[in-house]
């Protein structure tokens, strides 16, 4: 199947690139070298993910949880925690990570409302609670929209399809975010519709969920998981779960003043640009699986 889905993966660098170029040719300016690295980057790391994937067991939980742990350190930077701030969320990240783990799926939810809980009572029992109750609240809702989402990743390795179940997940995300970018910038149809990111248009967004949706038909196929309609409804509800995971990773760095949450990926930002919308789509996804 690994091999199936890399021949999916070249499918859409191939559409991808063909608009990339008729794109800039419109502008009349070449493709610069750094966008063709950030390509080429993340081809890598779509071969690499499906690769860790595969492998399943200790490998693609390790994995999901370094990621989910350094996603959160980006968090804390990003809200401005100081040291032992950032450690004490990171830390809370990963006891609901851990939970889904080695607990059940059901122990998630309560031990993250115990921890936004915790985060809240610290900030309003510090020292200088005018202070530190809003960046408790920022914390709060990190570990609302980072960590327990994420941590619906770590319930998919348990699965006996592990592999089809997470690459259509991942490749419809992806698939939704490149498009996003790619349609937005060619055809940016009501450019700023949305103020939280003035560079999003219509025209991105129908582009994502449209690319989003596409992408699920070809894996229908290929993997032969669910049927063309089911197929389409489950991508339709990925990629609008990914358009609002990355649209609240975007108003948490519009509201604290940055551009990127890392220098991690070449040319793609810290761990949690890349993979925000994956984080938050695989909550509702996990539990349409369960039906």
């Not at 990570?97 to 409302?113: D, I, Q, S």
Request: aromatic letters at 8%; a positive charge; charged letters at 15%.
């Amino acid at each position: 199947m690994l091999l199936s889905l890399l021949g999916v993966i070249a499918a859409f660098y191939l559409v991808a690139t063909v608009l990339m170029v008729l794109q800039r040719r419109q502008a009349g300016v070449h493709v610069p070298r750094t966008t063709w690295r950030k390509f080429t980057t993340y081809a890598v790391l779509l071969v690499v993910v499906l690769a860790v994937a595969d492998l399943g067991g200790a490998v693609f939980l390790g994995v999901v949880l370094v990621a989910i742990a350094a996603a959160a350190r980006e968090v804390g930077r990003a809200i401005r925690l100081d040291r032992m701030g950032r450690v004490g969320f990171t830390i809370a990240a990963l006891i609901i990570a851990l939970v889904a783990v080695f607990g059940n799926r059901m122990a998630v939810y309560p031990m993250a409302t115990v921890l936004v809980g915790c985060t809240i009572l610290a900030g309003a029992t510090s020292a200088d609670p005018a202070e530190n109750i809003p960046k408790a609240a920022w914390a709060s809702l990190g570990l609302v929209v980072l960590a327990l989402p994420a941590a619906h990743l770590l319930l998919l390795e348990s699965r006996p399809d592990r592999l089809a179940a997470f690459a259509f997940l991942f490749l419809v995300v992806c698939s939704t975010d490149a498009f996003a970018e790619l349609v937005g910038k060619r055809w940016p149809v009501r450019r700023g519709v949305l103020p939280i990111s003035p560079n999003k248009s219509i025209g991105g967004l129908v582009g994502g969920i449209g690319g989003g949706i596409g992408m699920a038909l070809v894996l229908a196929v290929t993997i032969g998981q669910w049927t063309l309609l089911h197929a389409a409804v489950v991508g339709a509800v990925i990629a609008v779960a990914a358009v609002c995971g990355d649209l609240m990773a975007s108003s948490l760095k519009r509201a604290h003043g940055i551009k990127d949450f890392g220098r991690v990926l070449a040319d793609h930002g810290g761990v949690l640009d890349r993979f925000d919308s994956l984080f938050f789509a695989a909550l509702p996804y996990y539990w349409i699986l369960q039906r």
